[in-house]
């Protein structure tokens, strides 16, 4: 190979060199700043008591069965995380859950104690936000993978609402009656504390596998709580800063408040598939 060729496959080997090195992808667990954004289809099931006077669980109504609501729900989430430290790390999640129905009832269904006969039509919505608060401590970390222990706080405030017109039993009375505009409601702020585990393992310098599970179950004051929250994820970065993925993740919440006069609970389960864009830096 004469010189003037020689130079030219070193110019050749340079370039390729530079270009490589000049969009790295971030190590796998060095970002200090992360935002995910994701977009998911999930199946519900759902049931809640209204100023139950007795708590009993035949006094819980289910939203997809009586109230007619849609099992399949679209949601959108957005979180933020930020490694404090190399062992350390915040998150904070938010969720908005939006639900509603207009049908005919089919059963009879009871709210504050009176009870709505079938045939009835009926409004119903159920509002929750969510806000999912955790501190995660690295105890394993290397290049290649991340072992953690998370305690945090899932905080819940729902709203739910159902009124219409019907045949209507009121409570202490044998005699049905017709109201054209009865509505019940119940607000639910509940504060759940949360323990769990995260795994977090790079395959390679663009595929990452995320693992987690959290769980806590406790009563405070007037309120029981409980929680279990399992997920498995999947992440592909296109450079340091972009990526994409998709996850399957389990929930399962109930909360019970005890009134002095009424009970009120709510408790909702569903799994489903995610779809996400992750911005880090």
Excluded at 128 to 134: G, L, M, R, S, W
Excluded at 142 to 169: C, F, K, P, Q
Excluded at 187 to 210: E, H, Q
């Amino acid at each position: 190979m004469t010189g003037r060729s020689t130079w030219h496959v070193s110019r050749i080997i340079l370039s390729i060199s530079l270009c490589s090195v000049s969009q790295p992808v971030l190590s796998a667990f060095d970002e200090t700043y992360k935002l995910t954004i994701g977009f998911s289809i999930n199946e519900f099931d759902t049931s809640l008591s209204i100023n139950s006077r007795d708590g009993s669980i035949d006094k819980e109504i289910d939203l997809e069965d009586t109230l007619g609501f849609d099992q399949s729900v679209q949601l959108t989430w957005i979180q933020g995380d930020w490694r404090i430290a190399d062992n350390h790390r915040i998150s904070l999640a938010y969720t908005q859950i939006n639900r509603s129905s207009d049908l005919t009832s089919q059963k009879d269904i009871v709210l504050e104690g009176n009870t709505i006969l079938a045939g009835a039509n009926l409004a119903s919505s159920v509002k929750t936000h969510v806000f999912d608060i955790a501190y995660i401590y690295s105890f394993y970390k290397r290049n290649n993978i991340e072992l953690g222990v998370t305690a945090g706080l899932y905080w819940m405030n729902s709203l739910a609402d159902v009124s219409g017109s019907g045949n209507v039993i009121i409570e202490g009375d044998d005699q049905e009656k017709f109201i054209s505009n009865f509505s019940s409601s119940q607000r639910l702020v509940a504060p759940l504390p949360l323990l769990g585990l995260t795994a977090d393992y790079s395959i390679n310098d663009r595929w990452i596998v995320r693992g987690s599970a959290r769980y806590f179950s406790i009563t405070i004051n007037d309120i029981d709580g409980y929680l279990l929250n399992i997920n498995l994820a999947a992440e592909y970065s296109f450079n340091k800063h972009f990526g994409a993925g998709a996850s399957a993740s389990f929930f399962d919440v109930r909360v019970d408040h005890r009134g002095v006069i009424a009970n009120n609970s709510l408790n909702y389960r569903y799994n489903g598939v995610l779809g996400f864009i992750v911005i880090k830096y």
